[in-house]
């Protein structure tokens, strides 16, 4: 046995880790590894077990309550039907009000264990998750999209008051290492990351909005409006833009965004989210 995974073993028999979701102390598995084969890469369409990623700030049964979304969901928002049977389709909300971006697509749902982790992410400052949920993230962004269809890569912002009293912004932070993320898949996805540009300075949050916790639809999106810039127009035009943020739950915050850039000239925007609120 190699002396390095000896002294790691050695390490959580004496010093276990403590559970992100219920706080429990537990030994993470020895062999916390995010590739499914021996070559070290993995395929596009290769599940990112959570099992696997968050293996060492996860206990068992934490893992176990990870919700994933699965199809069938809308094909527009990316709500997860109550149904488990049956293809993608417009829901009844995107059809009365087609929305301004193309598609949202999320790695779980807003509940239970992915709640509790984004909750210590982004209010109790533990960044040391933001690399796991960068992987988990990227993995579900080549199983949706083809990297070649997508120009540029926009977090949604903080106001400058926010950014200054988190300390980060967490959306950009589940995107900032994706060039590199993509290193571990073949050489498809390799070849295509080389064009995969991640900006932060483009999109501006230009109006210091209360928080959106606890608002209804209509109060989100009344609250929102009109909260984002786009400072470079020739940075958007004609471009395709994948937009990300933490959680999608009215779709309010992210609508307001796709406006923004849509306005400044984008070919077009699509949404990915950590969580998708039931």
Known sequence: MPVIRLLRILNDMLFPSKCTGCGAFFHPPVDSVQSDDSSGEVHKRDVMKIEKVMAPFLCQECISDFVPVESPV?????????SRTGYD???GNCIENPKRFGKA?????????????????????????????????????VRNWDIDDIDIVLPVPLHLKRFRQRGFNQAYLLVRDWP??????????????????????????????QPQ????????????RGAFSVAD????????????DDVYTTGATVEECAKAILERGAAGVDVLTLARAA
Request: aromatic share 8%.
């Open 213 to 224: 916790t606890g608002l209804g639809r209509k109060e989100r999106k009344e609250n929102i």
């Open 105 to 141: 697509r999320a790695v779980g749902l807003y509940d239970k264990t992915l709640m509790d982790v984004i909750h210590s992410f982004k209010y109790k400052g533990k960044i040391q998750l933001a690399r796991p949920l960068e992987e988990l993230l990227f993995n579900v962004f």
């Open 89 to 91: 389709h417009l829901c």
């Open 74 to 82: 809308c094909s527009a928002c990316g709500m997860v039907f109550e």
């Open 233 to 244: 127009k020739s940075k958007v035009e004609g471009k395709k833009v994948l937009l990300v």
């Open 180 to 209: 590199e993320i993509a290193g571990n898949y073949n050489a498809e996805i390799k070849r295509s990351a080389v064009n995969l540009t991640v900006e932060r300075n483009i999109l501006f949050r230009v109006v210091s909005t």
